[in-house]
């Protein structure tokens, strides 16, 4: 916020109190991030392309470059997206995701695998230094916190591009800084 609009993006950060920003998905995860210590927030819009892409961590990047936010200070919320009960991709993308961990694959042997892109932006969030108790996913095994539902499993709740195709609706995670 507050800089010229590049071209394209998929990741967008403030310190400005009173401004909202927000990520859509209908199946890609909407990922959100605060640091309540130096008061700042970001949102990304991470489908598959952008996970293996790194736009989460270019995410928190942005808010340690331009904020001076540190890393283990940032917490972090994956919101609705595909499931890898739901998700394939060809298996060449598959072995991308399968180098990131090959817990993000189910089936690599199959033509079309199936991919957790939730793990795998668990697992670079990590590896980047993002705290595994500062991030809120599916990997939470308390049904109150999980907010990591599968989008094409639950056609009342949520759009999915997966699941109705060209003709599907979009989520929005939205976050801002109060004063």
Not at 10 to 17: E, H, M, P, V
Not at 25 to 46: E, M, Q, T, Y
Not at 58 to 87: K, Q, R, W
Not at 166 to 173: D, K, L, R, V
Request: glycine fraction near 8%.
């Amino acid at each position: 916020m507050g800089k010229a609009k590049p071209d394209s993006y998929d990741g967008i950060i403030t310190n400005q109190t009173g401004v909202t920003i927000a990520a859509p998905g209908a199946d890609c995860i909407p990922v959100l991030f605060a640091d309540p210590v130096r008061k700042a927030c970001g949102a990304a819009h991470s489908g598959w392309q952008g996970t293996l892409l790194g736009v989460s961590m270019a995410t928190v990047n942005a808010m340690v470059a331009e904020y001076d936010c540190h890393v283990e200070d940032i917490l972090v919320v994956l919101g609705p997206s595909v499931g890898p009960c739901c998700f394939t991709l060809p298996q060449e993308s598959a072995k991308e995701f399968h180098r990131i961990d090959p817990n993000c694959v189910r089936y690599l042997d199959s033509s079309e695998p199936s991919i957790d892109i939730r793990r795998a932006t668990r697992v670079l969030l990590e590896a980047g230094g993002i705290l595994p108790q500062n991030i809120q996913d599916d990997t939470v095994r308390d049904p109150n916190q999980n907010l990591t539902l599968c989008t094409a499993c639950h056609p009342e709740q949520f759009y999915s591009h997966v699941r109705d195709g060209e003709n599907f609706g979009t989520q929005i995670g939205f976050i801002s800084i109060k004063d």
